[in-house]
């Protein structure tokens, strides 16, 4: 089944210019110009990715993606025609699972969007199972979590976090290590990616964030599945 995309730019030429590269590989995309557009589409339709850019009229892409975290986990890669860091963390702040820096490279762009959905599509059957902790229930088959049969809402990234870790039960892992397992080698942001998506992952399935039980902090070293 083609994969579909929701491509989010004011710029009409860049839209078309994206557009017509992911659709000669097969994907079916469709288009939004603006942030209250976009979230109409989203809401209405289901996406395998979502390519948002930050300066939109009416909405920002800070805003629409804060927003369609409160519904959806769909992977979002924030583009963003700003270099400074601080913005780059913003977005990941807001529930963002990648960015990509204009102007960009559309080889770039559908290498970042083919890894995306490869690593968010459900493994096959052999690798598919439940993995269960304290009132914690992760179900790789179906990338859903549930903590005291609660349903948490988890992003791409925070999701493939908390399976490599409880997978790995005590096993310790650098932030290096996990900024190269979980957003690949060629991923050009820093180990601060790694920290920020750890607190939003423990803001959501622990009861104390500050005093975690699942996902713990060895100091100096990285970090582990209790």
Not at 49 to 68: A, H, R, Y
Not at 162 to 187: Q, T
């Amino acid at each position: 089944m083609a994969k579909k995309v929701l491509v989010v730019d004011d710029e009409k030429l860049i839209v078309k210019g994206i557009r017509f590269s992911l659709e000669q590989d097969g994907m079916e995309v469709d288009c939004a110009y603006d942030g209250e557009e976009a979230l109409q589409k989203i809401r209405s339709n289901t996406y395998d990715i979502i390519l948002l850019d930050i300066m939109l009229p009416k909405l920002t892409g800070f805003e629409v993606c804060q927003q369609v975290r409160e519904f959806s986990a769909t992977p979002i890669v924030m583009l963003t025609a700003k270099g400074e860091d601080m913005d780059k963390i913003l977005g990941l702040e807001y529930g963002a699972d990648d960015y990509i820096t204009k102007p960009f490279n559309i080889l770039e762009v559908k290498a970042r969007i083919k890894a995306i959905i490869r690593r968010t599509t459900p493994k096959d059957k052999e690798h598919r199972k439940v993995i269960e902790s304290g009132d914690m229930r992760l179900d790789c088959e179906s990338r859903r979590v549930y903590v005291a049969e609660r349903e948490i809402n988890l992003t791409a990234k925070e999701f493939e976090l908390l399976e490599l870790l409880s997978l790995n039960p005590g096993k310790v892992y650098s932030r290096e290590s996990l900024l190269k397992l979980i957003w690949g080698a060629d991923y050009p942001g820093d180990v601060r990616t790694v920290d920020v998506h750890i607190r939003r992952l423990r803001e959501k399935i622990e009861d104390s964030p500050s005093d975690p039980r699942y996902v713990l902090t060895k100091w100096g070293v990285g970090y582990y599945f209790a």
